[in-house]
């Protein structure tokens, strides 16, 4: 009874911290108004939805159109997330997730509000692999990687958002391997991780620009080939940028090189053209030896994007001392900028 009671007192607690008083203050729960869409559905709740640190919460059930089920016990604050090859394990306001084997920090924490129990929509989606798409006040979840946008079928939309045709140039960037695919390893560096990180500079540079930029992941999870490619052209991006780093059973081979899908398409901007633009910026501002720039019939992410694409490889972690240097920040921060520099010229011819 001395737990009910407790747990009925934490209930009251957590309702009274959900008042927006300073969305501010780290860690508030703010009601907002988003609009949530999961496969082109626009999901109605009777409860709306919150953001702490910027991240959307949603009731639970929302998993459901997910192909998902879910437990929820107010008897121990658990909530507990399945898919067919997914279990996700959390808690009231704790960051942590059980994911798996793994334990993750989350980007926000699940909280009841108004008698419901709310999950941070981002993570969960992505973990079920599923896309995630947030554009003005409304969020899309798309379980097939496909996304329509309300924008481009709905007119009588009033909002202050831009529409689709006014918004800058879409990149997307693909930051290669994630998840159960580490790429090349040494030691313990996993070639997955220097992508993720080279990545999440170069969207920072885009962002700062006013473009639209979208990542094909943002964590570390499995994305498949043909998914990162359909990602792309469903969101008609204008240009795509993968980023891996090298290896080879030469030890001594160091440098950049930059591959991508030879075609007879003779457009101002192809793939041709932009890999020469994303060489030169990474001899440039790298300083490293020059591999040129080389066509690769069979790669998936390259063939199958229909807007210009490269693979940038950045550098060979089968070399030790360019091992040492691919892992500082002020390298990851100089490839961000020549890759960036190549995003702006190519989308400027
Ligand atoms: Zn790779």
């Not at 008897?75 to 942590?96: F, G, H, P, V």
Request: net charge neutral; hydrophobic share 40%.
């Amino acid at each position: 009874m001395l737990k009910k009671g407790f747990i009925f007192l934490f209930v009251m607690i957590l309702c009274c911290g959900v008042l927006p008083i300073s969305a501010k203050d780290s860690g508030t729960y703010v009601p907002c108004d988003t609009r949530l869409w999961v496969d082109n559905q626009l999901v109605q709740t009777d409860t709306g939805f919150v953001t702490q640190n910027g991240s959307l919460l949603v009731p639970v059930k929302i998993v459901e159109e997910m192909g998902a089920s879910f437990q929820w016990s107010s008897e121990d604050w658990m909530i507990q997330i399945s898919s067919e090859n997914k279990r996700l394990t959390m808690y009231m306001k704790n960051y942590q997730c059980a994911n798996g084997a793994k334990v993750e920090k989350m980007p926000a924490q699940p909280t009841v509000f108004q008698g419901t129990a709310m999950i941070p929509l981002r993570y969960v989606a992505e973990n079920l692999g599923h896309f995630v798409l947030w554009s003005g006040k409304d969020v899309y979840v798309s379980t097939t990687g496909e996304f329509q946008l309300i924008t481009e079928t709905n007119e009588e939309k009033p909002d202050v958002q831009p529409s689709k045709s006014l918004m800058k140039k879409t990149v997307v960037i693909d930051p290669g391997h994630g998840g159960s695919d580490p790429g090349a390893v040494s030691g313990k560096i996993n070639e997955k991780d220097l992508n993720l990180q080279v990545a999440k500079i170069l969207k920072d540079l885009l962002d700062q620009k006013g473009m639209t930029v979208y990542m094909t992941r943002s964590e570390d999870r499995y994305v498949g080939l043909h998914q990162r490619a359909e990602f792309a052209n469903n969101l008609k991006a204008d240009l795509f940028v993968s980023i891996h780093h090298n290896a080879s059973p030469n030890t001594a081979a160091q440098g950049v090189m930059t591959l991508f899908y030879p075609t007879s398409n003779n457009q101002k901007m192809n793939g041709r053209r932009f890999a020469e633009i994303v060489q030169r910026n990474m001899v440039e501002e790298l300083k490293t030896r020059d591999w040129g720039i080389i066509a690769r019939p069979n790669l998936v992410v390259t063939r199958r994007t229909k807007m210009p694409a490269v693979i940038a490889e950045l550098g060979f972690m089968t070399n030790k001392a360019e091992l040492d240097r691919l892992v500082t920040y002020e390298f990851q921060k100089q490839a961000a900028e020549a890759l960036y520099k190549s995003v702006l010229e190519a989308l400027q011819n």
